[in-house]
């Protein structure tokens, strides 16, 4: 059974930091490249970042180009999305998914639970 399991979501204020985390189990994880998603309320789920099964391509929405940086360790099954300055509309349900390829649109096979992001102003 595939498991993603996020952790590293929180409250934080307008200008700062978090690290999310992603853990999988399940699968076999280099094959797959790994991606976050958010979904705001009562909006679509849009892809934030993802990062290919090698770590050596990487994709990034627009709106957090500069900000946000994704990484992967193939070696303990974990992607992790570093996110700094933080703004209000970042806040968000982010979700880790595994996809079968590289930015938007790349079919995607399995989804976390999802962990919550608030960002005060």
């Known amino acids: 059974q595939v498991q993603l399991v996020e952790s590293g979501g929180g409250l934080v204020q307008a200008g700062g930091s978090l690290r999310l985390s992603c853990a999988a189990s399940?699968?076999?994880?280099?094959?797959?490249?790994m991606g976050w998603f958010l979904q705001a309320p009562g909006k679509e789920r849009e892809i934030v970042a993802a990062?290919?099964?090698?770590?050596?391509?990487?994709y990034y929405a627009d709106s957090v180009k500069c900000r946000f940086t994704i990484s992967r360790d193939n070696g303990k099954n974990t992607v992790h999305l570093q996110m700094n300055s933080l703004k209000p509309e970042d806040t968000a349900v982010y979700y880790c998914?595994?996809?079968?390829?590289?930015?938007?649109?790349?079919?995607?096979?399995?989804w976390g639970q999802g962990t919550q992001v608030t960002v005060s102003s």
């Open positions: 998914a595994g996809s079968r390829g590289l930015g938007p649109g790349a079919p995607t096979d399995y």
């Open positions: 990062i290919s099964w090698s770590g050596g391509g990487t």
């Open positions: 399940g699968l076999t994880f280099s094959n797959y490249a």
